[in-house]
């Protein structure tokens, strides 16, 4: 199975080629692996390693601040062209600012949330489309 690290849309771009079909290609992924995948590259760890329902500070054997869950987000937004809204994010995990993100986001939590705005977006296309 191939480990797709993603970093940026343009890193992204690149792994499949600048084409229609390649940005096509990357509306078709799935946003929990590009979540995973972003996740463990910007830790430096494998995937595999990860831990899906442990906050983002107590990942072993590398865990994050709160500036690496930053980093995180604002690269699935980028891979994945979404904005993820921060203050929505900190209601939902109960965080009263970005500095408690890494304490008590897990994995799951924000795969969840990306998920959920990737199907809005695909479904709000899909309306413009028709």
């Given amino acids: 199975m191939k480990r797709l690290l993603v970093?940026?849309?343009?890193?992204?771009?690149?792994?499949?080629?600048?084409?229609?079909?390649?940005?096509?290609?990357?509306?078709?992924?799935?946003?929990?692996?590009?979540?995973?995948?972003i996740t463990a590259n910007i830790l430096h760890t494998d995937s595999a390693l990860l831990q899906p329902e442990a906050p983002f500070a107590q990942q072993h054997p590398v865990s994050a601040d709160a500036l690496d869950v930053v980093e995180i987000i604002m690269a699935v937004e980028d891979a994945l062209q979404l904005k993820i809204d921060d203050s929505e994010l900190d209601r939902r995990i109960g965080?009263?600012?970005e500095s408690e993100l890494a304490q008590k986001l897990t994995i799951r939590q924000l795969q969840s949330y990306v998920r959920e705005l990737w199907e809005n977006a695909t479904n709000r296309k899909k309306r413009q489309a028709a």
Wanted: hydrophobic residues 45%; aromatic residues 0%.
């Fill in 7 to 37: 970093t940026s849309a343009t890193s992204l771009l690149l792994l499949l080629g600048n084409s229609a079909q390649a940005r096509q290609d990357a509306h078709q992924l799935n946003p929990e692996a590009v979540v995973l995948s």
């Fill in 95 to 97: 965080a009263s600012d």
